[in-house]
């Protein structure tokens, strides 16, 4: 083994082994190019707009098309769904219109909260999908549940993960639902301005799904394998306009905002008052370009992000929030590993930087601009810049940060991207390294995905520069899954240089050469309880080449998982672990005496969870693990505990505990992470939430209460509390109140 490591990752042939893997991969993609249109549906041409009640009394509507017949998807996809749901698709040269009546067996229709970008895991929903270009590969989601609750969401890589379903997209449309004993009906309007594509279009794809709680049943309209993702984009119909479109074209719009603060940090007893203002404008380039620009961004109305225990070795990626990296995110974000350990550009190093003491702190955005769209067919597009705010007294230099992307459609739903990050210093700093000046990162990744979504897979070839550093400097990726109807494998391989730098991006580990390999076997047995069942195993190791090719890492796994017809499930998890230590180590970060460098540890562990029908008024999920852990033992137990008020509130307790024993002279811990939360919706444009979370491991107490009122559409009044308290020596931390209020204004 030790040989052929060597042989992949000699000095020239790792840095081309890639290529080869790559032209597997080409060669894969060429078996499946024929997408799913075995539906079709005709939209026909209005003159007159339509009055949106929720009736569908409109002369239009009697004479419009329904796609209806839907097909399972869960519990089984063999059979067709047991409740009727019909869509309708009108359009005049503004709007397009959706019209939907879905039967139910009563009226108790289920509901979590009237918040918008609703969950559609726990409510009654039906959602439609837009894949306007016709690739396979990114699309625009509008979801409705019966009391006309909204949410809208951006997909992107081809619907098949949950990385690409961002719910943080925004845009006006309107809805209006009507609520009946045995059937609800919805009635949508989207601007046509809401969504890109191009002039003259005389075909869209369309998917259209439905979550019904009542029955525990999950269909869609063009029929999706059950070992996909309901969101799968490789899974769609056709819809046919009557006549061509014409200009998608964005108004103009200018959002503004006002934010007022005040805080006080009881650690260095310092009070501040504050009156902020910026904004964001946002302008339409052809037909499927957008131009964003902002100007002193705030993001003090963001969600607060989810605590966490960690008792692993490396940081933890946290997932973007703010609304200005959101749109068209994929083309930025995308690169690089497909499992997330080893991306060039992650967006939340934008506005964060390290002081004097090492620890992360916010670094103030100027202000930036963002480029992203369709350029035709074929080619996508994206370009960021952003400047951030110099921070002398903590030793922060302003940096100007870039980002140049290109994307090529390639085959029936696959791409070739190619990309360039930089990070630059503006001025001279004399607590600089000179060596910090710049860091920049060229690449290049394949992304396969076969019209059937069978296959799946990613190559990457990456290259980082710095100032008197441009030898070397690598990361790449192969990786390849194939998944038919009963079974999965999935294969990997990446190497990671010593010396690869991503400033922008997100690296767990470097200098370091990892196998991974999966295989999973699928049963989907008849006249049972049991929906599907699934029993595999799961491998990888990772090799040090500056260490002789010595193995660090190895993980064994055996699962075994369960899915009932009622949506519980319940995974079962043995783990047998290798670890050796290339640095001192404190699992319990609380000064104890650290687990020595240079040496081996081999450990197993094994781990049982269960989640409840997230349907119900009251509902479950908890986990438990335990084992060897180190040179030690380890026991977790963690449980979420949610009640809704349908609709009106969702109450839950998310609990943690975390036990490890270490032998002398090392440390023991015990972890406790509480979060309750509360969140009530007044109405469909007022809310209030409350977040408290607890963490021992971290020291504080944090208190997050947040009301939101929604007095025009995408505009809002927020005002913000939040509270952190010491929890060893209890006392209070920092505190701070904000009013912010922002306007979208069309031009």
């Given at each position: 083994?030790?040989?052929?490591l060597?042989?992949?990752?000699a000095?020239?042939?790792?840095?081309?082994?890639p290529?080869?893997?790559t032209?597997?991969?080409?060669?894969?993609?060429?078996?499946?190019?024929?997408?799913?249109?075995?539906r079709?549906?005709?939209?026909?041409?209005?003159?007159?707009?339509?009055?949106?009640?929720?009736?569908?009394?409109?002369?239009?509507?009697?004479?419009?098309?329904?796609g209806?017949d839907?097909?399972?998807?869960?519990?089984?996809?063999?059979?067709?769904?047991?409740n009727?749901?019909?869509?309708?698709?009108?359009?005049?040269?503004?709007?397009?219109?959706?019209g939907?009546?879905?039967?139910?067996?009563?009226?108790?229709?289920?509901?979590?909260?009237?918040?918008r970008?609703?969950?559609?895991?726990?409510?009654?929903?039906?959602?439609?999908?837009?894949?306007?270009?016709?690739?396979?590969?990114?699309?625009?989601?509008?979801?409705?549940?019966?009391?006309?609750?909204?949410?809208?969401?951006?997909?992107?890589?081809?619907?098949?993960?949950?990385?690409?379903?961002?719910t943080?997209?925004?845009?006006k449309?309107?809805?209006?639902?009507?609520?009946?004993?045995?059937?609800?009906?919805?009635?949508?309007?989207?601007?046509?301005?809401?969504?890109?594509?191009?002039?003259?279009?005389?075909?869209w794809?369309?998917?259209?799904?439905?979550?019904?709680m009542?029955?525990?049943?999950?269909?869609?309209?063009?029929?999706?394998?059950?070992n996909?993702?309901?969101?799968?984009?490789?899974?769609?119909?056709?819809?046919?306009?009557?006549?061509?479109?014409?200009?998608?074209?964005?108004?103009?719009?200018?959002?503004?905002?006002?934010?007022?603060?005040?805080?006080?940090?009881?650690?260095?007893?310092?009070t501040?008052?504050?009156?902020?203002?910026?904004?964001?404008?946002?302008?339409?380039?052809?037909?499927?370009?957008?131009?964003?620009?902002?100007?002193?961004?705030?993001?003090?109305?963001?969600?607060?992000d989810?605590?966490?225990?960690?008792?692993?070795r490396?940081?933890?990626?946290?997932?973007?929030?703010?609304?200005?990296?959101?749109?068209?995110?994929?083309?930025?974000?995308?690169?690089g590993?497909?499992?997330?350990?080893?991306?060039p550009?992650?967006?939340?190093?934008?506005?964060?930087a390290?002081d004097?003491?090492g620890?992360?702190?916010?670094?103030?955005?100027?202000?930036?601009?963002?480029?992203?769209?369709?350029?035709?067919?074929?080619?996508?597009?994206?370009?960021?810049?952003?400047q951030?705010?110099?921070?002398?007294?903590?030793?922060?230099?302003?940096?100007?940060?870039?980002?140049f992307?290109?994307?090529?459609?390639?085959?029936?739903?696959?791409?070739?991207?190619?990309?360039?990050?930089?990070?630059q210093?503006?001025?001279?700093?004399?607590?600089?390294?000179?060596?910090?000046?710049?860091?920049?990162?060229?690449?290049?990744?394949?992304?396969?995905?076969?019209?059937?979504?069978?296959?799946?897979?990613?190559?990457?070839l990456?290259?980082s520069?710095?100032?008197?550093?441009?030898?070397?400097?690598?990361?790449w990726q192969?990786?390849?899954?194939?998944?038919?109807?009963?079974?999965?494998?999935?294969?990997?391989?990446?190497?990671?240089?010593?010396?690869?730098?991503?400033?922008?991006?997100?690296?767990?580990?470097?200098?370091?050469?990892?196998?991974?390999?999966?295989?999973?076997?699928?049963?989907?047995?008849?006249?049972?309880?049991?929906?599907?069942?699934?029993?595999?195993?799961?491998?990888?190791t990772?090799?040090?080449?500056?260490m002789?090719?010595k193995k660090?890492?190895?993980?064994?796994?055996?699962?075994?998982?369960?899915?009932?017809?009622?949506?519980?499930?319940?995974g079962?998890?043995?783990?047998?672990?290798?670890?050796?230590?290339?640095?001192?180590?404190?699992?319990?970060?609380?000064?104890a005496?650290?687990?020595?460098?240079?040496?081996?540890?081999?450990?197993?562990?094994?781990?049982?969870?269960?989640?409840?029908?997230?349907?119900?008024?009251?509902s479950?999920?908890?986990?438990?693990?335990?084992?060897?852990?180190?040179?030690?033992?380890?026991?977790?137990?963690?449980?979420?505990?949610?009640?809704?008020?349908?609709?009106?509130?969702?109450?839950?307790?998310?609990?943690?505990?975390d036990?490890l024993?270490?032998?002398?002279?090392?440390?023991?811990?015990?972890?406790?992470?509480?979060?309750?939360?509360?969140?009530?919706?007044?109405?469909?444009?007022?809310?209030?939430?409350?977040?408290?979370?607890?963490s021992?491991?971290?020291?504080?107490?944090?208190?997050?209460?947040?009301?939101?009122?929604?007095?025009?559409?995408?505009?809002?009044?927020?005002?913000?509390?939040?509270d952190?308290y010491?929890?060893?020596?209890?006392g209070?931390?920092?505190?701070?109140?904000?009013?912010?209020?922002?306007?979208?204004?069309?031009?």
């Amino acid at each position: 083994m030790t040989s052929l490591l060597t042989f992949l990752c000699a000095p020239r042939l790792k840095n081309f082994m890639p290529f080869v893997f790559t032209i597997l991969l080409l060669g894969t993609a060429l078996f499946a190019q024929a997408q799913n249109t075995d539906r079709s549906i005709r939209v026909k041409y209005i003159s007159s707009p339509i009055t949106l009640d929720g009736v569908l009394d409109e002369a239009e509507w009697q004479l419009a098309d329904k796609g209806g017949d839907f097909w399972q998807f869960f519990p089984s996809d063999k059979e067709k769904a047991m409740n009727n749901t019909e869509f309708q698709l009108l359009y005049d040269d503004h709007t397009l219109y959706i019209g939907i009546r879905a039967d139910a067996q009563s009226d108790n229709y289920i509901v979590s909260s009237l918040r918008r970008d609703f969950g559609g895991t726990s409510n009654d929903n039906v959602t439609l999908m837009f894949d306007t270009f016709k690739d396979g590969t990114t699309a625009f989601l509008f979801g409705m549940t019966p009391y006309g609750v909204q949410r809208e969401a951006f997909i992107s890589g081809g619907g098949s993960g949950r990385n690409g379903f961002n719910t943080s997209w925004d845009q006006k449309w309107q809805l209006e639902s009507t609520m009946h004993d045995d059937y609800y009906v919805l009635e949508a309007a989207i601007p046509l301005s809401s969504i890109k594509f191009h002039e003259g279009d005389k075909t869209w794809r369309v998917q259209c799904y439905r979550w019904d709680m009542q029955t525990n049943e999950q269909s869609a309209w063009a029929a999706v394998p059950q070992n996909q993702m309901l969101s799968s984009l490789a899974f769609m119909g056709n819809m046919e306009f009557e006549k061509p479109l014409g200009k998608s074209r964005t108004p103009f719009a200018i959002i503004p905002y006002v934010n007022t603060l005040a805080s006080k940090d009881f650690t260095s007893d310092k009070t501040k008052s504050d009156f902020t203002f910026g904004g964001d404008a946002k302008l339409a380039i052809g037909n499927s370009m957008n131009l964003d620009i902002t100007v002193n961004p705030d993001f003090s109305n963001v969600e607060v992000d989810d605590i966490f225990t960690n008792l692993t070795r490396f940081e933890v990626f946290l997932p973007e929030k703010r609304q200005f990296f959101i749109d068209n995110n994929d083309l930025f974000g995308s690169y690089g590993d497909a499992y997330g350990s080893a991306n060039p550009f992650f967006s939340r190093r934008i506005g964060l930087a390290r002081d004097a003491n090492g620890n992360m702190i916010e670094n103030r955005i100027i202000g930036g601009v963002r480029l992203s769209g369709k350029l035709n067919d074929r080619w996508r597009l994206g370009f960021l810049n952003m400047q951030t705010d110099e921070d002398p007294g903590n030793e922060i230099a302003s940096n100007n940060n870039m980002m140049f992307t290109m994307q090529r459609k390639m085959f029936s739903r696959s791409s070739l991207g190619i990309f360039a990050v930089n990070r630059q210093t503006f001025g001279d700093y004399d607590f600089q390294d000179p060596n910090e000046e710049y860091n920049r990162v060229l690449g290049i990744d394949y992304n396969l995905a076969s019209a059937d979504n069978d296959w799946t897979g990613k190559f990457y070839l990456h290259k980082s520069l710095n100032p008197d550093d441009t030898e070397g400097n690598y990361s790449w990726q192969t990786t390849v899954t194939y998944q038919p109807r009963k079974f999965r494998y999935v294969f990997d391989l990446q190497y990671v240089d010593d010396e690869f730098q991503a400033d922008l991006g997100f690296v767990q580990r470097r200098g370091v050469f990892k196998n991974g390999n999966g295989f999973r076997v699928n049963f989907y047995p008849e006249n049972s309880k049991i929906s599907f069942h699934d029993v595999g195993i799961m491998t990888v190791t990772y090799w040090r080449p500056n260490m002789d090719w010595k193995k660090t890492d190895h993980t064994y796994s055996l699962y075994y998982d369960i899915n009932f017809k009622d949506q519980s499930t319940i995974g079962l998890d043995f783990r047998n672990n290798y670890t050796y230590l290339t640095f001192p180590f404190d699992p319990t970060r609380s000064g104890a005496e650290p687990l020595p460098e240079n040496q081996g540890y081999t450990y197993n562990t094994f781990s049982v969870e269960y989640a409840s029908n997230p349907a119900k008024v009251f509902s479950l999920t908890a986990e438990t693990s335990g084992g060897e852990f180190y040179n030690g033992n380890s026991f977790s137990a963690s449980t979420v505990l949610t009640y809704r008020i349908q609709p009106w509130a969702s109450l839950s307790l998310n609990t943690r505990y975390d036990a490890l024993r270490l032998p002398d002279p090392h440390g023991d811990a015990d972890f406790w992470l509480v979060t309750p939360k509360v969140d009530v919706t007044f109405s469909k444009s007022v809310f209030w939430s409350t977040l408290v979370q607890y963490s021992n491991q971290r020291d504080n107490l944090g208190i997050n209460s947040r009301l939101q009122w929604r007095f025009a559409p995408l505009s809002d009044l927020y005002l913000v509390y939040n509270d952190n308290y010491f929890t060893k020596d209890f006392g209070p931390k920092f505190r701070s109140i904000n009013l912010k209020v922002s306007y979208w204004l069309n031009l």
